[in-house]
């Protein structure tokens, strides 16, 4: 079945102890990005990264860090977390190269920051 | 930064009824998408529709794009319970990478 997991569903952390997200599509897809969403601002963009080794930044990228070393991993990193931090994020993948097309979700990793 | 608006914030109809829901955006697009997410869950793509289309139908759902407005409506007929979600609109902007999603619709459907 075609998908997009990510890891942990659910964290709840203290500030500072670093953790990572991990993300992974079993479709190939070229384009993958991470978006947090949160109420009243909808989603907004992290990361994306257009192939393997190819990142950059989106809207909100301050206190995250990605990496895509394989094609169907894109894992999340924070460094640090804070408070600010505690939010609804999501993993997706496209198969363009960019984001042009339909983008498929993972079900979304809830993170609380003490 | 946000670029598509959707209006109005929430919708409560009755079954069978139908909702519509519009999104605005401020720059020139190469294409439009609409998504819905039930309460809490990752967002399922509905149907996109490109600069150069004026309307688009997908089972229930009508989609129109107004490039000169600069924005796009979304219908659902003959809506059931199962439609009660949250509908977005992502807009990809010209010369960009990324999609740009609006803060959402919230559609109740009363039974």
């Known amino acids: 079945e075609a998908q997009v997991t990510q890891n942990p569903r659910y964290l709840i952390t203290v500030t500072g102890k670093k953790l990572t997200v991990t993300c992974s599509q079993n479709m190939n897809h070229e384009y993958m990005s991470w978006y947090r969403q949160d109420p009243g601002l909808g989603l907004r963009q992290i990361y994306y990264s257009m192939n393997v080794e190819v990142t950059d930044k989106g809207d909100v990228p301050e206190g995250y860090k990605v990496s895509r070393k394989e094609k169907r991993n894109f894992p999340l990193i924070l460094e640090s977390p804070s408070p600010n931090q505690t939010s609804l994020y999501f993993c997706a993948s496209t198969s363009a190269t960019s984001s042009t097309d339909t983008q498929y979700f993972g079900p979304g990793t809830r993170l609380t920051v003490l | 930064s946000q670029q598509g608006e959707e209006d109005p914030q929430a919708l409560s109809i009755q079954e069978g009824e139908n909702a519509t829901m519009n999104c605005s955006y401020k720059?020139?697009?190469?294409?439009l998408q609409w998504y819905r997410q039930n309460s809490g869950r990752g967002l399922v793509h509905l149907i996109l529709i490109r600069s150069n289309e004026r309307e688009k139908h997908s089972g229930r759902l009508r989609v129109t794009l107004d490039t000169s407005k600069k924005s796009s409506s979304l219908l659902i007929t003959a809506s059931r319970a199962a439609d009660t979600a949250s509908y977005f609109c992502?807009?990809?902007?010209?010369?960009?990478?990324?999609?740009?999603f609006g803060a959402g619709t919230t559609v109740t459907v009363r039974a």
């Open positions: 720059t020139s697009i190469n294409n």
């Open positions: 992502a807009t990809d902007p010209i010369n960009d990478y990324k999609l740009s």
